[in-house]
């Protein structure tokens, strides 16, 4: 069994904002493989599903961000997952907008959802996929910045990158190998 999970906050407030990639990635990768996330449990809305073969639960922690392990780790917990059978999608400033990086494991870097999650695992070494949206405009918060709404005119751009950060999801769980750094949507 696979855990897929999105990071974001919940809430019609933050639905577009550029901190909820990883819920708006989630629900692409969903629609694709035809899985509801529909059911409330582990401080989350899950669904369950078959994807590339493989049993896979899809989970969007409904903690709020700076609590997203706590959710994650009750559904590790719960279905005894392996770290290498876990895979989070999230937003990521420090990667242009559009683009998407993934990584077989690393560091949280400036991301408190990451860091939560990495804190409840007690471990860095799970699948990530980061989906760009930086960099942080001039005079910009970062705070306010990521809880800001995605420009309409950005949308495309970044349903582009919802899409390829859900196909490399499923690549994963087929099992495709992720050689160290890896781009996706031409990123550097």
């Known amino acids: 069994m696979w855990l897929l999970v999105g990071l974001g906050n919940p809430g019609k407030d933050y639905t577009f904002t550029f901190h909820n990639c990883g819920f708006m990635t989630l629900e692409v990768l969903a629609q694709r493989n035809n899985i509801k996330i529909d059911r409330l449990k582990w401080k989350g809305e ?5 994807i590339a073969g493989e049993e896979c639960i899809l989970l969007r922690p409904h903690t709020y961000m700076n609590l997203s392990g706590q959710s994650v780790m009750e559904v590790m917990n719960f ?3 392996p770290l ?3 895979i989070v999608v999230y ?7 559009g683009k998407i990086r993934v990584r077989s494991s690393g560091s949280a870097g400036t991301h408190n959802g990451m860091k939560s999650v990495i804190y409840c695992l007690n471990s860095q070494d ?7 949206c930086g960099p942080v405009p001039e005079n910009w ?8 709404s995605i420009p309409k005119e950005e949308r495309e751009t970044m ?3 919802f899409e390829e950060g859900a196909k490399a999801m499923e690549a994963i769980v087929a099992g ?3 050689p160290g750094p890896r781009n996706r949507g031409g990123a550097k």
């Open 126 to 132: 799970f699948a990530r996929v980061r989906i760009g």
């Open 176 to 178: 495709e190998p992720i």
């Open 159 to 161: 349903y582009h990158a």
């Open 84 to 86: 290498d059978h876990l």
């Open 79 to 81: 279905f005894k997952i």
């Open 91 to 97: 937003d990521d400033i420090d990667i242009a907008r």
């Open 46 to 50: 899950y669904g369950r599903g078959m």
């Open 141 to 148: 918060d970062l705070a306010d910045f990521v809880l800001s």
